[in-house]
């Protein structure tokens, strides 16, 4: 039996269906959920005929125990703790009876990529729908034993209470819930957020002691097969290329070392799922596998990109970006407008390749044989890893298990499985499990980066002081490029965060891209597009401010215009909005104006502060989230910044988890800051220059900010992403406090003020 709930469905599981899944033991009450959504590329299916019964969150034991399945990626957001808090809020389960189970990779789960901050957005009301659907049924299932109607009876820390003040635990009434019809939608009522325990409330991380304790399993924390061998790869240092000669004699004269093999490479373009190739060196241990792939002597051939220098590179684009290019959003007449200008601010904007360089290199443990394959990894895309595996070792999907550890940080980096792809061939060529380790420097010469962008505005100032028009042209390598070599100028998707969704009642507006090639494998990057987009505009409005001699902030509200939900559609076919209805999520000028307002309370712009200090503004929408930010920086004699203090304000809609919501942009500062301040990937000849943190800096602790104050609007709109939202502003905020301490714009990253 199953029941519509809205885009969900929730049906009783039988107990033997879902031991298969879970590997629970315990009687009890288990509940599945079938997601479906509105968007196409996120439709979530299930199976009611409980075979292999889809989605299955929520078990409550015999003993009162309560499982709640964790089906997203940890890797710091804390989402393994706040979608279960949402379930254990609903349902009136006591936190301390709760344990967290991770899911495998699999499609009865529904969507599990951990990316693009969106895993509350997508689960909030469906999670909730299916714990209020439980404490129904147990609501139901005590009434029943006391032969009393269910409006009597109220489910409370998990305990069901008659009226009469009676009791009966969860545990006694599960097996009796289970017998009972599953409710209709019409009867589920959701909480009021007045009586919320948990949601919006400040609550600490399920691995929070064993992570701090050392207990808590990474990927590379994964000893648990006997006969594990340790494999390292060499790689051409050419993307895509591959290998011409290699002489294995001295790896295998290294102790400890057994066997030396290739793995093919894919050539450019290629996917995002499939492993550089090289040469694959296995050992005992890992000290002899790194030693005796210093010991390969190899000829690496000469790719389709072995051109490639990123100097060059950068600098054609920056010329393409002086020049008309493809228009991808028009309203008005810009050129005219520019032409009747009285002033004209025309600025060029330059951003690096950048790598991911999460704490945690890519790693994974493999087990190939008998024709199935089980990993164990830290990846952001579990059932994308399953379907990768599949293909790369020729069996059925069915076949490969991908158990999820936690991540050690991952930024977009661990959406792809090339790494355990590696894993699993290897394992396979073996004939034992096989651990792959991937060192910091395989890291970064390696990574799927962050696009390089040259970007070119200009903006003209009438008479009478107003802003009348506004010229963006942004070039970068799309991420399709890695894949699909016709792909050369960036996707609707990546033009609206940050470029044509531009939110200001400006009358004349125009953008426009060029083509840019993908010359190295190009990924997403925390926060993507918006990152180089948001650093442009941001600085470029602080400018526009000065010249016209208006406070920045007060610039800012001005060109917001009155109080509205933006309409994109007339002026752009390309607005996306993050793969949600703009009904249901509009662009909100009003939302967008309090977190600017707020943020200037909160932080006391304007204040006084000494020579070589200055704050900077700026504010963006991504990832359906809003948020302000200042920042305020010194200078010293010597060039040093430091960050003394950046204020955030930040509007996700209801603040599931404040205390996540906190830590994440307090984090993103600090990656924020590494970005702007330090990081910078180089290519010659096709190849990374780059390998290590001593010449790929990230920020120090004298570097990132010394005060993170994060300010959360209350709120009962519907909840969006945190993980993503804390990078955009905070870059042209902190580079236009260096230009309030020092008078200096910065043009180009990293910040370079010598």
């Not at 469905?9 to 315990?26: E, G, H, Q, W």
């Not at 299916?45 to 997203?72: C, E, K, Q, W, Y």
Request: net charge neutral; hydrophobic share 40%; charged share 20%.
């Amino acid at each position: 039996m199953k029941v519509e709930i809205n885009d969900s469905k929730i049906y009783k599981v039988n107990r033997r269906d879902f031991l298969k899944a879970t590997s629970i033991s315990m009687s009890g009450l288990m509940l599945g959920i079938s997601f479906s959504c509105t968007n196409t590329s996120k439709k979530l299916a299930g199976n009611p005929d409980f075979t292999f019964s889809p989605n299955l969150f929520i078990s409550i034991h015999g003993n009162g125990d309560v499982s709640l399945v964790a089906h997203r990626s940890e890797m710091g957001t804390g989402i393994r703790t706040s979608l279960p808090l949402v379930m254990a809020d609903e349902m009136e389960a006591d936190w301390n009876r709760v344990k967290v189970v991770q899911a495998t990779g699999d499609e009865k789960y529904g969507d599990q990529n951990t990316d693009g901050s969106y895993s509350v957005r997508m689960f909030f009301t469906p999670l909730r729908k299916a714990g209020a659907t439980v404490r129904l049924l147990l609501e139901q299932a005590a009434a029943k034993e006391w032969g009393v109607d269910a409006s009597e009876c109220k489910a409370q820390n998990h305990e069901v209470v008659h009226s009469s003040g009676k009791t009966l635990g969860f545990g006694y009434l599960a097996e009796k819930a289970a017998a009972l019809p599953v409710p209709d939608e019409s009867s589920i009522t959701l909480k009021s957020p007045k009586d919320f325990k948990y949601i919006t409330k400040q609550s600490s991380i399920v691995d929070l002691k064993d992570i701090v304790t050392g207990k808590a399993k990474f990927g590379f924390d994964s000893n648990h097969l006997p006969n594990t061998k340790i494999a390292v790869v060499k790689r051409n240092p050419e993307p895509g290329a591959g290998l011409t000669s290699f002489q294995a004699e001295k790896a295998m004269a290294v102790p400890g070392v057994i066997k030396v093999f290739t793995l093919n490479a894919p050539g450019f373009p290629t996917t995002l799922n499939k492993p550089l190739g090289g040469v694959v060196v296995v050992a005992e241990n890992t000290w002899a596998a790194l030693e005796g792939r210093k010991a390969l002597d190899v000829s690496w051939s000469k790719g389709a990109n072995a051109d490639y220098d990123s100097h060059s590179y950068n600098n054609g684009m920056l010329q393409r970006a002086k020049t008309k290019g493809k228009v991808r959003r028009e309203n008005g007449q810009v050129d005219k407008a520019l032409a009747g200008a009285k002033k004209v601010i025309e600025v060029d904007y330059m951003v690096p390749l950048l790598s991911h360089a999460p704490m945690e290199t890519p790693c994974a443990l493999a087990h190939v044989h008998d024709n199935v394959c089980e990993v164990w990894a830290p990846v952001q895309d579990p059932q994308g890893t399953r379907k990768a595996l599949a293909e790369a070792l020729g069996v059925d999907v069915k076949a490969v298990t991908v158990n999820v550890t936690l991540l050690g940080g991952a930024f977009g980096r661990k959406s792809k499985p090339d790494f355990v792809v590696e894993a699993a061939l290897a394992s396979k060529t073996m004939g034992s499990p096989v651990k792959i380790l991937w060192t910091r420097e395989d890291d970064i010469q390696h990574d799927f980066y962050h696009f390089p962008a040259a970007q070119h505005l200009k903006v003209g100032i009438d008479a009478n002081n107003k802003v009348t028009s506004w010229l963006h042209r942004s070039v970068f390598p799309p991420i399709g490029g890695t894949s699909n070599a016709a792909e050369k100028e960036a996707s609707g998707a990546e033009l609206s965060m940050g470029m044509i969704d531009l939110p200001f009642a400006i009358d004349n507006v125009c953008c426009e891209t060029h083509e840019a090639p993908a010359k190295t494998r190009i990924g997403w990057l925390r926060s993507v597009a918006n990152i180089h987009h948001m650093y442009a505009v941001g600085c470029t409005l602080d400018e526009v401010a000065h010249a016209r001699g208006v406070d920045p902030i007060q610039n800012v509200l001005e060109l917001l215009g009155s109080d509205r939900n933006i309409d994109f559609g007339p002026i752009t076919s390309e607005y996306w909005n993050y793969g949600e209805k703009p009904e249901d999520f509009p662009w909100s000028t009003a939302r967008f104006r309090n977190v600017i307002e707020t943020v200037k309370d909160k932080s006391g712009w304007g204040k006084s502060l000494p020579k070589g200090s200055g704050q900077g503004f700026a504010a963006h929408r991504s990832f359906l989230t809003y948020v302000a930010c200042v920042v305020e920086v010194t200078v010293d004699a010597n060039n040093k910044i430091r960050i003394p203090k950046v204020d955030y304000v930040v509007d996700c809609g209801i603040p599931v988890n404040p205390e996540r919501i906190k830590s994440q942009f307090e984090g993103g500062a600090a990656f924020a800051a590494s970005l702007a301040l330090k990081s910078e990937i180089t290519v010659t000849t096709g190849a990374v220059q780059q390998s290590n943190f001593h010449n790929y800096q990230v920020a120090r602790m004298s570097d990132a900010p010394y005060e993170t104050a994060v300010h959360i609007i209350e709120s009962n709109e519907k909840p969006t992403g945190v993980g993503e939202p804390p990078i955009p502003p905070l870059i042209p905020a902190l580079c236009n406090a260096i230009f309030a301490a020092t008078g200096k714009r910065v043009r180009q990253l990293p910040v370079r003020l010598a």
